[in-house]
């Protein structure tokens, strides 16, 4: 047994202990308040929002105006994707079934938004078109030396593909593309333009006679070169406009019906490589009833989703995401909606007690005004992933200051670098950026939204920096 003098000794030590430490917070978080102060310097107080956290105490080091619902463009992609691990599980996988149901070639798909995705197949060392040469040497391989009908199943999720609040000048955009149950190659050809003795050629990949092309650009030998992508009133039919000096691109263009755009692009395939297509494309939920013979099957793990919506803000990505939970909370699995999704996302945020007055969900990227987050919201959101068991799965899917993703050219310098991890956002007048910055007195969470210009992209960076030396100062 413990003396009683040993024992008040013993409290002492604790006492002081604690008391210095309190100090020592109070002191860091002091400067860290001045600091802050000076950098948002006059910006309109109303006009943004900050909240810093530790995680581990859920101390708050700085909170300006952090209850206010503000618009956060892709900050809310973080919900989107912490609302999938939530409801879906870190093991979830996207998976398309490509199959035969006598002569019809059935294509059954899981609303995957990296089937066919560029930067996910780089990752992975796949060439371009890999999935229809793989299907072509499947069926080959088979015996089967003709199809007939091909079925593009896109049912899980519902006939939506465009949200209506998103506008109408962004819709041949790669960030505001369709959002369908079978996505390829991020729902967009690449275009590319080139001046060849004063006649414009232009490429596009894949090369597919499913989207026709009208040229209307002017060949210049000076002056400003710029070209444009312009839809028409008839799907898929595009005209390009403007001037080219040398060469333009390649850039993206968003595709419309992007079920069809997949089965297109697999028949010309299965044609070039000597098998006939007789019949026709249909986009239509598979009929049970006949017996699906197994031809190919392409999985797509959630953490690569993560990665794509949170480092590199894919917009297709984070959308899939909504609707998937939508679908996977539906009876049959099916019919995964924006709307059922909205309401999904917004129950898990009521469920972290975030009061309701604090967030409304529009879309899951951020690219419609009608969303609202406030940023003790975002952090709440990001203390229930760090507090569960995904937290280094989900910080990985961030993007990582001077190194990937939509903050690599930032925070170059070797005081900050790969300790500033987060998501930003950008819309007219919007800006954000929301994370976790790691110090060697552990990571500090933090949301920082910015509307009506009232924050530049630089004001917001140093926050974050002022994060990391105040607390790199005081361990």
Not at 91 to 116: A, H, M, N, Q, W
Not at 226 to 255: K, S
């Amino acid at each position: 047994m413990l003396h009683r003098d040993r024992i008040g000794t013993h409290l002492k030590k604790l006492l002081f202990f604690f008391v210095a430490s309190v100090a020592l917070s109070g002191s860091a978080t002091a400067d860290l308040s001045g600091r802050i102060e000076k950098i948002v310097g006059k910006a309109r107080p109303g006009d943004y929002a900050i909240h810093i956290v530790e995680p581990n105490s859920r101390a708050i080091l700085y909170s300006h105006n952090a209850t206010k619902a503000m618009t956060p463009a892709s900050n809310m992609k973080l919900i989107s994707t912490a609302a999938a691990l939530r409801y879906l599980g870190p093991l979830f996988e996207y998976k398309t079934r490509i199959g035969l149901c006598d002569s019809t070639l059935v294509v059954i798909g899981s609303g995957d938004p990296l089937l066919g995705d560029c930067v996910t197949d780089a990752r992975y060392g796949r060439e371009d078109g890999w999935i229809f040469e793989q299907i072509a040497q499947s069926l080959q391989a088979m015996g089967v030396e003709s199809i007939a009908d091909i079925i593009v199943d896109t049912t899980v999720f519902d006939d939506q593909r465009v949200h209506p609040n998103w506008l109408e000048s962004d819709l041949n955009r790669w960030y505001a593309c369709e959002v369908c149950g079978v996505n390829y190659r991020g729902n967009c050809i690449q275009v590319t333009t080139s001046n060849q003795a004063g006649r414009v050629a232009v490429y596009v990949e894949p090369a597919t006679s499913f989207v026709e092309i009208t040229n209307e650009i002017q060949a210049v030998s000076d002056g400003p070169s710029a070209v444009g992508a312009y839809r028409t009133r008839q799907p898929n039919r595009i005209v390009l406009r403007g001037r080219c000096r040398d060469r333009e691109g390649p850039f993206d263009v968003a595709i419309e019906q992007p079920g069809g755009f997949f089965g297109f692009l697999l028949a010309e395939h299965l044609v070039l490589t000597g098998i006939p297509v007789s019949g026709r494309l249909v986009e239509k939920a598979f009929d049970s009833d006949c017996r699906f013979v197994p031809v190919a099957e392409y999985a797509t793990p959630l953490i690569d989703c993560l990665h794509r919506a949170n480092k590199d803000s894919l917009g297709l990505a984070s959308e899939a995401l909504l609707k998937t939970i939508a679908a996977h909370k539906s009876p049959d699995n099916k019919n995964g909606s924006w709307e059922r999704g909205r309401e999904l996302i917004g129950e898990y945020l009521a469920g972290l007690g975030i009061p309701e007055d604090q967030f409304h969900i529009d879309d899951g990227s951020g690219l419609s005004r009608d969303n609202r987050l406030s940023a003790q919201a975002i952090v709440t959101v990001l203390l229930d992933v760090y507090a569960g068991g995904n937290w280094e799965l989900y910080r990985t899917s961030l993007a990582v200051g001077g190194e990937d993703g939509t903050i690599g050219r930032y925070f170059k310098d070797s005081a900050y670098r790969a300790d500033v991890l987060g998501k930003t956002g950008y819309i007219s007048g919007v800006r954000s950026f929301s994370g976790v910055c790691l110090t060697g007195r552990g990571p500090y969470l933090f949301s920082i939204l910015s509307n009506r210009n009232s924050l530049s992209r630089d004001a917001i960076n140093a926050i974050a920096q002022a994060v990391i030396d105040e607390y790199r100062k005081k361990d």
